[in-house]
């Protein structure tokens, strides 16, 4: 099993703040996703990467942007926090083989609320 | 088009009885895979079972099984014998094996088991 972090497990913050979510994982796997969730609502892909210095953009559009300068680390940034960006926000990396079968591993997430 | 449909938001069941959630996916890939995943009221994603597209015989973990049906693109979740902790969100996923595809989840079902 994959272990992957997420910090902080909440966030409350003020509008305007820069603020940055912290997602590792100690398996070594190339290819790793965050996803935005709304409560009670799907998981939406914001953004992810296949690899150092690879990261693309996901399905749903999102104000935040993320790096992937080493293996084990993909942080999310938020520039200017708005009251829109109250979230619950999921980090995932998954295996390296087994085509459409991959599995995600997800972290515990972060829920961010935004005042 | 949704590619991942849950029709049910909430379902309840008492202890020790089965129960069925419903997805349906659409896909025009003959190579794809279908994942279940439980999401507690904690937050966290736990992966619970897997079905290939070229998979002849339905997967099963346990007390999760999945009943695939191709020709009708659908992927049951069959939870046997209810346990109270068994109560969270649920969600269907697919994903295509064409090139970068990443996850695609469902709106989720919401199981509530009553003592």
């Known amino acids: 099993e994959a272990d992957i972090y997420q910090t902080p497990r909440y966030l409350v913050i003020g509008t305007g703040k820069k603020i940055t979510l912290e997602c590792s994982q100690t398996?070594?796997?190339?290819?790793m996703y965050w996803y935005q969730q709304d409560p009670g609502m799907e998981l939406h892909l914001i953004h992810y990467s296949y690899g150092v210095n690879s990261t693309e953009k996901g399905d749903l559009s999102s104000e935040s942007t993320v790096s992937r300068i080493r293996t084990e680390h993909f942080p999310l940034t938020l520039e200017s926090a708005r009251p829109s960006h109250t979230s619950q926000y999921l980090c995932?990396?998954?295996?390296?083989?087994?085509?459409?079968?991959?599995?995600?591993?997800f972290g515990s997430g972060t829920q961010l609320s935004v005042l | 088009a949704q590619k991942i449909t849950q029709t049910q938001p909430g379902m309840f069941v008492q202890e020790k009885e089965a129960v069925t959630l419903d997805c349906t996916y659409d896909?025009?890939?003959?190579?794809?895979?279908l994942f279940w995943y439980k999401q507690p009221s904690s937050g966290e994603m736990i992966f619970l079972i897997y079905q290939g597209s070229y998979d002849e015989q339905n997967a099963t973990e346990g007390r999760y099984s999945l009943n695939f049906q191709k020709a009708r693109k659908s992927a049951n979740l069959v939870i046997s014998a209810s346990q109270l902790g068994d109560s969270a969100m649920y969600f269907c996923a697919m994903r295509e094996n064409s090139g970068y595809s990443t996850l695609t989840f469902g709106k989720g079902t919401m199981l509530l088991v009553s003592p």
């Open positions: 896909t025009s890939d003959q190579s794809y895979g």
């Open positions: 398996m070594g796997h190339d290819k």
């Open positions: 995932a990396s998954s295996e390296p083989t087994g085509g459409a079968g991959k599995k995600l591993f």
